[in-house]
């Protein structure tokens, strides 16, 4: 398909034959698109890069440590990813302001739409969850789709995991009902040499143990 884009009142509209067909929000909270550019990725890929300015809010600039206000230090250009639609990926390309205090404090600005702890928006990472909460699909074939990392789709699995089955990311949730059948399966871990057991309900998929080592090791401890 040709096509062609323009920007429009905040929004990337595609069209052909000059008849706009799809229209794309490129607006995030806090974010000025200026102009939208085109990029190719590693693999290959079309990359939409919405291009533009992050506003700098009040609170930002109240230090949290002495309660002054904090003075612009330097800019650090910061690109994270953003939804994907169709085969072609986007991201959003601005500068983060420094800040720094009297006091000596300092910190970077905040950046309301991005996923914390990954280089990703908001958007992007939920959509990564809701992805892999299908359960249809493993995790090379979101990190395809997504156009993310493998780790990183790793990352997000594992938080979501421990969401649903731990407490505090640490002991595992008790299943409200006795499981009527149990299903137990090893996976190696992140460095490829070492495994962890899991037994789950089949039923409702509930994690009820895990454990290193692989499936005889980790039947002999329940046994025991």
Request: glycine share 8%; with cysteine; proline share 3%.
């Amino acid at each position: 398909m040709n096509y062609t884009h323009t920007e429009s009142d905040g929004q990337l509209v595609f069209s052909e034959n000059r008849y706009p067909f799809l229209s794309i929000p490129s607006r995030l909270e806090g974010f000025n698109n200026s102009d939208t550019t085109v990029r190719r990725s590693v693999s290959g890929r079309e990359v939409f890069c919405f291009n533009g300015s992050l506003d700098l809010v009040e609170a930002d600039r109240r230090c949290p440590k002495c309660g002054g206000r904090m003075h612009i230090n330097g800019h650090r250009n910061l690109m994270p990813r953003h939804l994907c639609f169709g085969g072609s990926l986007s991201a959003v390309n601005f500068d983060r302001v420094h800040l720094v205090c009297r006091c000596g404090h300092s910190r970077m600005q905040t950046v309301p739409f991005k996923a914390e702890g990954h280089q990703i928006s908001v958007e992007l990472y939920q959509y990564t969850r809701d992805l892999l909460a299908l359960g249809t699909y493993t995790l090379k074939q979101v990190a395809e789709i997504t156009g993310l990392g493998k780790n990183t789709v790793k990352e997000i699995d594992l938080k979501r995991l421990k969401e649903l089955y731990t407490i505090d990311g640490a002991k595992l949730i008790r299943p409200e009902k006795p499981a009527r059948m149990l299903a137990i399966d090893e996976f190696k871990l992140h460095n490829g040499y070492r495994y962890a057991t899991h037994i789950i309900d089949v039923d409702t998929g509930h994690i009820l143990w895990i454990s290193h080592g692989k499936k005889k090791q980790v039947s002999h401890k329940i046994c025991d």
